[in-house]
C-alpha cells in the first residue's frame, strides 16, 4: 500500500502519534491509511476526504468502470462498502447480507453472512429497509441488522464471534444506521421515531458484546446521563431533570428523539457527537413543551455515556425536522484564532457550526433559501432566547391547529438534507453538501399510541420548492465559517447519496436517476458523469489497491425519497408524503442493487 502525507487536519483528528493510549489502534492505523477506507464516515471526524490524488480535475473525465458486483438485493442501498487492506466488505439491506471480497482475486467471494431475520421487520421499518454499512476494529466486523441484532463477525472468517439484541422490533424498534467503534466500545443507535419509541445510544463492549451503558434521550437525569451541574447547554448548566420539565406527564417514554444518524469522534478531545430525531407524535398538539432531548446534538464521553454539551436545534418540532444528520469535524480559524469545529447541516434548514470543545454556538445560516418555517436563529448570547429559532406563526403548525392544513412548509419533513452525508475539504475549506430543494403541505391529527403501530399523526404531501429551478435537490459547497452558499449546482431530484472531496480537487456524489457526478471542488464545474444501473442512494468512497485509485458507489434506488418505487406504493400521501413528490422518477430508474468500481485507465 502506498503511504501518503496526511493533512494536518486529518492527522490531527486520526493518527495515532500524540494521542492518548485509550483511542482504538485499528480503527485509527485502518483510517489513516488513505489506501484503506475503514470507517463508513471516511475517519473519525466524518470529514468524507480522501488524501488519495491520482484522480484529479484534469484527468477524471477518463475514468472508467473497472468492475462490478451484484448484490443480490432490492430497495434501498445506503451507506459504502468497507475497505481494509486487501479486503472488501460489502453490505445489503434487509436482509443485511455481508459479502467479502478478496481485491486480490478479482472480487473473489471468501465469505458471506445472511441472517435469518424475521420479515416482520420490514413492516415497522419507517422509510425502506435500508442499511448505512458496517464498521471494522480488532479485526472485526460489525453488523446492526434491521432487527436490532448487533452481530460481531471474524473479519477473516465471518465466523460470529458474538451477538447481542439491542432493541425490540415489536414495540417499533429497528435499525438502519452504521455504527462506531470507540476504544473498547461500540456504538450503537436505534430506529423507530414513528413508532413512539423511546430513543437511546448504546456502548457494549467490543470483546464480549456486554453493554456498558446506554443513554436516554428523554427522561431524568440518570437515564439520559447528563450532570444538572456539568452539563451545559450553551455554556450553561442544563438544571435538574430539564428533560422531564419538557414534556407533559409520562409522555416522554413514547417521545421519540432516536439515533439513527451518523456519529463522529475527536479521540483528543475523547467526545463522541451525535443527533437525535424528532419527538413522537409528528402531532404537536398532543406534546406541549420543548420535548427535550430531541432535535438534540450531543457531546458524550465514551467511556461513561456522561454528557459534556448540548444543543436543541428545534424545540418543540412540528414538521418532523430530525436532528440525526452528520457532525462534521473540522479545524479553522475564527477571528484569526484556531478552533476545534463541528459542523451540522439539519433537516430544518438551517447549518451549524459550533466549537465542539465547548458546544458555543457560532453559525446558523440558512442553506437554501427556499427555508421559509423560520426567519433564523436568535445569536445574541444575552437575549433570552439565544439559539432558538424563530418560529413563522403562519407555518406553525402547532399555531394553526390539529385538521388544519398548513401549507407551503419549506423545507419538506425530509429536511433540506436528510441522512446522506457531506464533506469537507481542508484544501477549499469548504462543506460539499447534497440537498433536497423540497416543499410540503402538512396536516397534523389526533392519534393514540399502541405499541408497535404507527404513531405519526400527520399527513403529507411534498412537491418542488415554488419559485425555483423546478428541480427537487441541489448539491452545493458551504462555506461553514460565512455560513453561506458559495455554488448551487441544481439537480431535477433530491441529492440522496453522500458525497465524497479529495486531494485531486474533486468532489464525487450521486443522483436518485442513477449518475455518478464528477465535479471541481473550487467551482462545482462538472467533469465527468457515468449513468449506474439503478438510482443512487449510496456514499460514494475511494481507495487505493496495487498502487491504483478506485472510486466505487452502490446503486440501488430507494430510501425515504424512492420509498414509492422501493415498496411499490403509489397513492401520493404514502410514505409519509413521499410517494406523489417522487412519482417521476419511475421514469428516470428501477429497482436494482449494484456496486460499480471506476478507475483511470491503465
Known amino acids: 500500500m502506498t503511504l501518503r502525507c496526511v493533512t494536518s487536519l486529518t492527522a490531527a483528528l486520526l493518527a495515532t502519534a500524540g494521542l492518548p493510549a485509550f483511542a482504538n489502534d485499528s480503527v485509527l492505523e485502518a483510517t489513516k491509511d488513505p489506501a484503506n477506507w475503514a470507517i463508513q464516515t471516511g475517519d473519525y471526524g466524518n470529514t468524507r476526504y480522501s488524501t488519495l490524488d491520482q484522480i484529479t480535475k484534469d484527468n477524471v473525465k477518463s ?50 453472512y445472511e441472517p435469518k431475520q424475521n420479515p416482520d ?14 464498521a471494522y476494529a480488532d479485526d472485526t466486523i460489525f453488523l446492526h441488522q434491521a432487527d436490532t441484532t448487533l452481530v460481531a463477525l471474524d473479519a477473516k472468517t465471518g465466523a460470529v464471534k458474538w451477538s447481542v439484541v439491542n432493541g425490540d422490533p415489536t414495540k417499533g424498534e429497528t435499525n438502519t444506521a452504521t455504527v462506531m467503534p ?18 437511546s445510544l448504546t456502548a457494549y463492549n467490543i470483546k464480549d458484546g456486554s453493554m456498558a ?112 444528520n452528520e457532525m462534521v469535524l473540522f479545524n479553522d480559524k475564527i477571528d484569526g484564532k484556531d478552533r476545534k469545529l463541528l459542523f451540522h447541516p439539519d433537516r430544518n434548514g438551517l447549518a451549524y457550526t459550533l466549537d465542539r470543545e465547548t458546544g458555543e454556538l457560532l453559525v446558523a445560516s440558512k442553506y437554501d433559501p427556499a427555508v421559509n418555517w423560520t426567519t433564523g436563529v436568535d445569536m445574541d448570547p444575552k437575549s433570552p432566547t439565544f439559539g432558538r429559532p424563530a418560529v413563522v406563526e403562519a407555518m406553525s403548525t402547532d399555531h394553526n391547529g390539529e385538521d388544519v392544513n398548513t401549507q407551503g412548509v419549506c423545507p419538506a419533513a425530509l429536511g433540506t438534507k436528510d441522512q446522506q452525508p457531506s464533506a469537507w475539504s481542508p484544501d477549499t475549506k469548504l ?29 403529507l404531501s411534498m ?14 459547497a ?34 436518485l436517476e442513477g449518475y455518478l457526478k464528477a465535479v471541481d471542488a473550487e467551482t462545482g464545474k462538472e467533469l465527468y458523469k457515468f449513468k449506474t444501473p439503478s438510482g443512487i442512494i449510496g456514499n460514494v468512497f475511494t481507495y487505493e489497491h496495487a498502487g491504483k485509485q478506485f472510486v466505487g458507489v452502490l446503486s440501488g434506488v430507494g430510501g425515504w425519497a424512492g420509498i414509492g418505487l422501493a415498496a411499490g406504493l403509489d397513492n401520493p400521501t404514502d410514505g409519509l408524503g413521499a410517494v406523489g413528490g417522487y412519482a417521476a422518477l419511475s421514469d428516470y430508474t428501477a429497482l436494482g442493487g449494484q456496486l460499480t468500481v471506476f478507475q483511470l485507465p491503465n
Open 121 to 134: 421487520v420490514i413492516a415497522v421499518m419507517c422509510c425502506d429497509t435500508v442499511y448505512r454499512g458496517l
Open 463 to 476: 412537491f418542488p420548492a415554488p419559485n425555483s429551478h423546478g428541480g427537487m435537490g441541489n448539491f452545493i
Open 63 to 112: 475514468l472508467q468502470v473497472a468492475w462490478s458486483f451484484s448484490t443480490g438485493v432490492l430497495r434501498g442501498h445506503e451507506g459504502s462498502p468497507l475497505v481494509v487492506g486487501n479486503m472488501m466488505y460489502v453490505h445489503t439491506p434487509f436482509p443485511n447480507i455481508v459479502y467479502a471480497l478478496d481485491l486480490n482475486q478479482d472480487g473473489k467471494i471468501v465469505w458471506r
Open 213 to 324: 451503558w446506554r443513554a436516554y434521550s428523554t427522561g431524568p437525569d440518570n437515564e439520559i446521563l447528563v450532570d444538572p451541574d456539568k452539563t451545559t447547554v450553551l455554556g450553561k448548566p442544563v438544571g435538574k431533570d430539564s428533560s422531564l420539565a419538557s414534556w407533559e406527564g409520562d409522555q416522554w417514554k413514547t417521545g421519540g428523539g432516536t439515533t439513527w444518524g451518523w456519529y463522529s469522534y475527536d479521540p483528543e478531545l475523547n467526545l463522541v457527537y451525535y443527533g437525535t430525531g424528532n419527538p413522537s407524535t409528528w402531532n404537536p398538539a398532543q406534546r406541549p413543551g420543548d420535548n427535550k432531548y430531541s432535535m438534540t446534538i450531543f457531546a458524550r464521553d465514551p467511556d461513561t455515556g456522561m454528557a459534556k454539551w448540548l444543543y436543541q436545534m428545534t424545540p418543540h418540532d412540528e414538521w418532523d425536522y430530525d436532528g440525526v
Open 182 to 199: 470507540v476504544k473498547d466500545k461500540v456504538l450503537v443507535g436505534i430506529s423507530g421515531g414513528e413508532f413512539g419509541v423511546r430513543g
Open 478 to 511: 458551504w462555506d461553514p465559517i460565512k455560513g453561506e452558499i458559495k455554488w448551487s449546482l441544481p439537480e431535477q431530484f433530491s441529492v440522496w447519496s453522500g458525497a465524497l472531496a479529495t486531494k485531486g480537487g474533486v468532489v464525487f456524489y450521486g443522483t
Open 431 to 459: 462543506m460539499y453538501v447534497p440537498t433536497n430543494h423540497v416543499c410540503m403541505d402538512y396536516e397534523p391529527f389526533r392519534v393514540s399510541y399502541t405499541a408497535g403501530q404507527p404513531f405519526v399523526g400527520a399527513t
